[in-house]
């Protein structure tokens, strides 16, 4: 097992050689999804050390990009061995999308590859989507869970449109709500009326996993 916080500092620092070089190495341990779940987490903080960066001005528009980059081929490296449902029944359905008012789809497109490779059949109806947009994707979907992601602080009062939208339609007893982003924490969950939240994609499809398992089986 690889020292996350090593990983996490090496991308942070858009180290790419040692990154891949890290990952090599742990893909060829035969690690367990749960490690493989600590390491993916461990990658996207480092994208937390690179915003910190872009914010401080050490870090340019370029590198954000080129740090997205290094993550995506990461996730690639990962993401099977993180498929916990290979040859088994679908573990559940997700709709999933960014909130109206922001555009940002980074972080929701990790959620989906993870959700995606631990057996969810994800429905992502993109970015910029209006309460009206996730009702009708709830009502063609039937999903067990609705994924609601937001950077910008402005996305915590889209996230609420939705889920009062969801309850006016009758729809929201038959879903779980989960909200995620940088704008969310635990006072933003409570806010919007959501079940669960998460900064991180990983501990997201973490606790979509604990949600389905939790469900009885009829």
Request: charged residues 25%; aromatic residues 8%.
């Amino acid at each position: 097992m690889i020292d996350p916080a090593i990983l996490k500092q090496a991308l942070g620092d858009l180290e790419e050689e040692k990154v891949n070089s890290l990952l090599d190495e742990f893909t060829q341990g035969d690690p367990t999804a749960e490690e493989t779940y600590q390491v993916v987490e461990a990658c996207q903080t480092g994208m937390e050390i690179v915003g910190e960066y872009f914010e401080e001005g050490k870090y340019f528009v370029g590198d954000l990009m080129f740090a997205a980059q290094i993550l995506t081929s990461s996730l690639e490296k990962l993401k099977y061995l993180m498929d916990v449902n290979s040859g088994k029944t679908k573990k559940g359905v997700i709709v999933l999308g960014t909130v109206s008012g922001d555009i940002h789809d980074i972080g929701k497109n990790i959620y989906k590859t993870l959700a995606e490779s631990a057996g969810f059949t994800v429905f992502d109806i993109g970015v910029d989507q209006s309460a009206s947009a996730f009702i009708n994707a709830v009502k063609a979907y039937s999903p067990q869970i609705v994924a609601l992601s937001g950077v910008l602080t402005l996305s915590i009062a889209s996230m609420k449109d939705v889920i009062e939208a969801l309850a006016e339609e009758g729809l929201r007893d038959s879903v779980k709500i989960m909200i995620g982003g940088y704008a969310v924490n635990e006072e933003a969950c409570s806010f919007v009326g959501a079940d669960f939240w998460s900064k991180n994609a990983a501990a997201s499809v973490r606790k979509s996993l604990e949600f389905i398992n939790s469900v009885p089986e009829v």
